[in-house]
């Protein structure tokens, strides 16, 4: 599309969006899909249950099993397959009794050719976000202009091959720049995951916050100190955090309470934050307990390690799961009370990417080259959490800087070692200013990325983080 009709397909799209939007027979029953939750030239849809049975679309994909993706979604289903990676499969059917026999679960890093999609083929990428959580790499000609828009492709019909990588929720890592399926080729069209394109969300990096809360527990619980003098001296160095974080020597577990034990409370979603979960019971060597949905929910993963992990019984668990919203509500407090007597103590944590504030005085509109070298050059550790306001001497609280999502550096950082012809934002659309500020920085990766060798990806710490 032109830059005219692109703007002309977001407005469109932003009346499709409407919020007060409410189905009758005046409007055909059904909100209509915007532009980029349908494959351009194909008849796939992404991420989009929401708006029902879409015109020209014979395949529905999902992402992820998170509400905000499959809005709309149960056991009522009937418009056409799903397709999805195993575990999410696993999932919808348990969660919302999805028919199975609309399911069509597909393996991992496999091209396969999708049947009524006029041989398109697609290959899922591990999304490094939620368990099931995957990218989908499509690949194939354009045949129909399925969907709800009225801006067509000129494409429909040629021999071309195109390839679209749509992003769903994802935490981007140097793995998915050079996974086989992605490495060497040119994606014409990445629809992008962009929770966080804002510069103000450059947090840590993943890795790093899982191994820092993990040792945290482990020296809360063992009473050891919280705060070592190489520790402390490394976070003063790291002047980018000193304005959202403050250090002390003291140690906030007395050596009186070293026999004491210790409870570990974590918040979690219905999916997701299983990685710190995992990381802190491995250290602790301690079972995992919580309520029996969850359980049955954590089941559907199919992961050994975290299922030899359960156990039905709160007193065997040092870990114990809760919903997010419990850990900053009174509800902790209330929960933890609970087992008097058996724990004396408790510590808590409350890992989202709104827990991370930017540094103040922050530059918000920094160069691409300064965007990379002032966020690799931070380091994170267990140092750098420090208690939320309303803990106490036997229930300490901490909000954790951590997201599935990708930073604002890890976005720069994938679109600079990708080769790609458009990016299409999927999340915080809903707004012109909101649309046009993503844009921007959108245009500067574009403009940064032509001076760079091709081939060339920005250099990496670990596989697994920039």
Known sequence: MSSHQENEAWKEASVAEDRNFRPNKGNGGRRKAP????????????????????????????????????????????????????????????MLGVDRKWVRPLPMDTPTTVPDTGGVRVTLIEANHCPGSCLFLFEGPQTVNAGDSTFKSKFVG???????????????????????????????????????????????????????????????????????????AKAKKNKTMDSWLTTSEKPAVSKESKQDRVLVVIGTYSIGKERIVKAIARILQTKIYCDQRKAAILRCQADPELEALLTKDPLEGGVHLVPLGVIASDRLKEYVERFKGHFSKAVAFRPTGWTFSAPTGSD???????????????????????????????????????????????????????????????????SEKSRRKMATWIERWEAERKRWVNGEIVEFRAPDFW
């Open 35 to 94: 532009f980029y939750k349908v494959m351009q030239g194909m008849p796939i849809a992404v991420d989009a249950f929401r708006y029902g049975t879409i015109p020209g679309v014979t395949v529905y994909f999902l992402t992820h099993a998170h509400s905000d993706h499959y809005t709309n979604l149960s056991g009522n289903w009937k418009s056409g397959p799903i397709y999805c990676s195993e575990g999410t499969a696993n999932l919808i059917v348990h």
């Open 158 to 232: 040629s021999p071309k091959t195109f390839r679209y990588l749509h992003c769903g929720d994802f935490r981007a890592s140097p793995q998915h720049v050079l996974h086989p399926a992605i490495q060497g080729k040119r994606i014409d069209h990445v629809y992008l995951d962009t929770t966080y394109l804002d510069p103000k969300y450059c947090f840590p990096p993943q890795p790093q916050v899982i191994s820092a809360c993990a040792e945290l527990a482990r020296r809360f619980v063992k009473g050891e100190s919280l705060h070592d003098a190489e520790d402390i």
């Open 364 to 430: 918000m509109i920094p160069s691409v080259s300064t965007i990379i070298s002032r966020s690799q050059s931070r380091t994170f550790s267990f140092a750098q959490l420090n208690p939320m306001r309303n803990s106490s001497t036997t229930l300490q609280i901490y909000g954790v800087p951590y997201s599935e999502h990708s930073s604002f550096f890890e976005l720069t950082c994938f679109a600079l070692s990708l080769d790609w012809g458009k990016m299409i934002a999927t999340v915080n659309v809903g």
